[in-house]
C-alpha cells in the first residue's frame, strides 16, 4: 500500500526519566531531509546518502552547535515498521537532552505523533492488520508472562491466520452462488443448501472454539479478580502482606481493624491477581464497619476467585457458615491459616461445613483446603500451584492455542457466529440461496472488523488514540 500521509511525525518513544539512553524516533517522507539539518557525522556523510538498516555514530546539531552525541539507526520504506522512511536517535537519557532533540525536529519540519501514530502508520501501510496492531499495544502494558506471551502470539499472527481461513472459506461460497443466481444456465445449486450446511457448521464450530478461550483470554490480559473474605483477625491482610513482600494491609490483635476495601496487583508465577482485602465478616452494631461488611459481600458476588480464609486456632462459628454460603457457586479456595497453632478446624470439618452450607455440592468435587501460616510463610508456594491448577488447568501453551483478549473481538466473532447460524436456519427453512449469501456476508464483514479490512476511520483512531505516546 502507498503511504497514507504527507507528513513527518516524531516522538520521543523511550520513558520519560534520567537513563542511559534515550530514542528519538521519526517516520515519513521527509524523514531524511530532517535527519540531514540536524546530523553531522564523520567527513560531513549525508544520512540520505546512506543505506538502509544501518548504525552510525555522529553528533545532533543545533546551528553548527552539538547538543549531543549519538547513533542514528536509518530504515527505508517499505522495510521498517511503520512502512516508511524511518530515523530512530539513539542520544544520552536525560530528559532535557531527549526534549531538545525532539524539539529540533521539529523546529526543522517534523510534527509531534500522536499516541499510536506509528503503530497507526504500520497499520494503514499494510504492515500489520488490526489484530496485530492491537497486540502491539497489548504487549507494552502486559503484566504478567502469559499476558506478554498471548501478546506475542498475535503479533505474530495467529488471530490474523485464524481470521483470515475462515472468511476466505465464506467468501468462497458466497462468490459461488452470486455466480450461480447469475448464470443458472450453467451453474446449478441443486442440493447446495446441503453441502452449505456441512461448511457452516465446521466454521460454527472453529468460531465457538475462539469463543470459549475469551474467559481465559480475559484473565491473561486483565487478571483474575480476587477477593479475600473471612471472619475478623483470620489473617486476611497478614495473607496479602505475605502475597505482596511487604506489608500493605495494616495489622493488629484488634477485631475490625480493616474496615474498607483495600485493592492490590500481584503477579503469582505469571498469574496476575487483582486482590482485594476485605473487611472481616461478622454480624455488627458499628456503623462504619457494617459498611466495609457490605463491600466485602458485594465484591465477593463479582470475584472470578474467592480466597477465603480461617482462623485454624478458633472454632467455626455461624459466621463462617455464613461465609460458606456466599462462596457456593464461585471458584474458591479455603485457606486454614494459623496452622502453626493448635489447629482446632481440620480440612474434614471444613468440608463437613461446606456441603452443610450448600447441599447441592455434596456429590460434586471437594471444595481446595491448603494448611498455610500466614505468619511464617508456610503453604504459598501450594496456593500459587492451587491457582494455576484451577484457571489454566496448570499451563497455557501458546504454540497452537488462540487465546480471545480482546473485547472488541469477541463480539466480531459472536457477531459472525449469530449470522452464520442464520444460513443454517435459512438452509432449514428452505429459503432461496440469495439470503444465504447475505447472512454469509454478514459474517464475513464482522469477521474482516477483527484484522481490520471492514472497519470505520472512527474507530480505527479510536483504538490507536489509547496506545502510549512514541508507539
Known amino acids: 500500500m502507498n503511504n497514507h500521509y504527507d507528513t513527518t ?18 517516520s515519513g517522507c521527509d524523514a531524511f531531509d530532517i535527519a540531514d539539518r540536524v546530523y553531522k557525522g564523520k567527513k560531513n556523510k549525508k544520512l540520505s546518502q546512506q543505506q538502509s538498516h544501518t548504525i552510525h555514530y555522529g553528533y545532533i546539531t543545533d546551528r553548527g552547535k552539538e547538543i549531543d552525541e549519538v547513533l542514528v539507526m536509518i530504515m527505508r520504506s517499505p522495510h521498517s515498521y511503520t512502512g516508511e522512511d524511518t530515523i530512530e536517535i539513539n542520544c544520552h ?12 525536529l521539529i523546529e526543522n519540519g517534523a510534527r509531534p505523533a500522536q499516541p499510536g501514530e506509528f503503530t497507526k502508520r504500520a497499520f494503514l501501510n499494510g504492515r500489520l492488520d488490526l489484530s496485530q496492531a492491537e497486540a502491539v499495544g497489548d504487549l507494552i502494558v502486559s503484566q504478567n508472562e502469559y499476558a506478554l506471551q498471548s501478546s506475542i502470539n498475535q503479533l505474530k499472527g495467529s488471530i490474523k491466520n485464524k481470521i483470515n481461513n475462515i472468511r476466505k472459506e465464506i467468501i ?3 462468490a459461488f452462488i452470486e455466480t450461480a443466481l447469475d448464470d443458472p444456465e450453467h451453474i446449478s445449486v441443486d442440493e447446495y443448501g446441503e453441502e452449505l450446511e456441512s461448511v457452516v457448521r465446521k466454521l460454527r464450530n472453529d468460531i465457538e472454539k475462539l469463543l470459549r478461550t475469551c474467559d481465559d483470554g480475559r484473565l491473561i490480559k486483565e487478571g483474575i479478580q480476587t477477593v479475600i473474605l473471612g471472619k475478623p483477625n483470620a489473617g486476611k491482610s497478614s495473607l496479602l502482606n505475605v502475597l505482596l513482600g511487604q506489608d500493605k494491609a495494616i495489622v ?4 475490625g481493624t480493616t474496615r474498607d476495601v483495600l485493592e492490590e496487583h500481584i503477579n503469582l508465577q505469571g498469574i496476575s491477581l487483582n486482590i482485594m482485602d476485605t473487611a ?21 458476588d463479582k470475584a472470578d476467585l474467592i480466597i477465603y480464609v480461617i482462623d485454624a486456632s478458633t472454632e467455626l462459628d455461624e459466621n463462617d457458615y455464613e461465609i460458606l454460603s456466599l462462596i457456593k457457586g464461585k471458584p474458591s479456595i479455603i485457606l486454614l491459616n494459623k496452622s502453626d497453632l493448635d489447629m482446632i ?8 461445613a461446606y456441603f452443610a452450607s450448600n447441599p447441592a455440592k455434596k456429590s460434586g468435587e471437594p471444595i481446595p483446603i491448603i494448611e498455610i501460616s500466614a505468619k511464617n ?17 496448570g499451563n497455557l501453551s501458546f504454540n497452537d492455542e488462540i487465546y480471545i483478549t480482546n473485547i ?29 449469501s447475505i447472512d454469509l456476508m454478514d459474517a464475513y464483514e464482522s469477521l474482516g472488523s477483527i484484522t481490520g479490512e471492514t472497519i470505520g476511520e472512527d474507530l480505527v483512531n479510536e483504538i490507536f488514540s489509547k496506545f502510549c505516546m512514541g508507539k
Open 345 to 352: 478446624v481440620t480440612k474434614e470439618k471444613v468440608q463437613e
Open 93 to 104: 537519557g536525560g530528559v532535557y537532552i531527549v526534549k531538545k532533540i525532539l524539539e529540533l
Open 377 to 393: 510463610k508456610q503453604g504459598i508456594d501450594e496456593l500459587e500451584e492451587k491457582l494455576k491448577d484451577m484457571f489454566f488447568e
Open 172 to 174: 468462497y461460497h458466497t
Open 252 to 255: 493488629t490483635e484488634i477485631a
Open 408 to 436: 472488541r473481538h469477541k463480539t466480531a466473532l459472536q457477531d459472525a457466529y449469530n449470522a452464520l447460524e442464520r444460513v443454517t436456519e435459512s438452509i432449514d427453512a428452505g429459503m432461496p440461496e440469495d439470503f444465504y
Open 280 to 300: 472481616g465478616i461478622r454480624d455488627t452494631k458499628d456503623v462504619v464497619e457494617k459498611i466495609g461488611v457490605e463491600k466485602a459481600k458485594s465484591h465477593a
Open 9 to 26: 511525525i516524531a516522538a520521543i518513544s523511550t520513558a520519560m526519566s534520567n537513563a542511559g539512553i534515550g530514542i528519538v524516533r521519526m
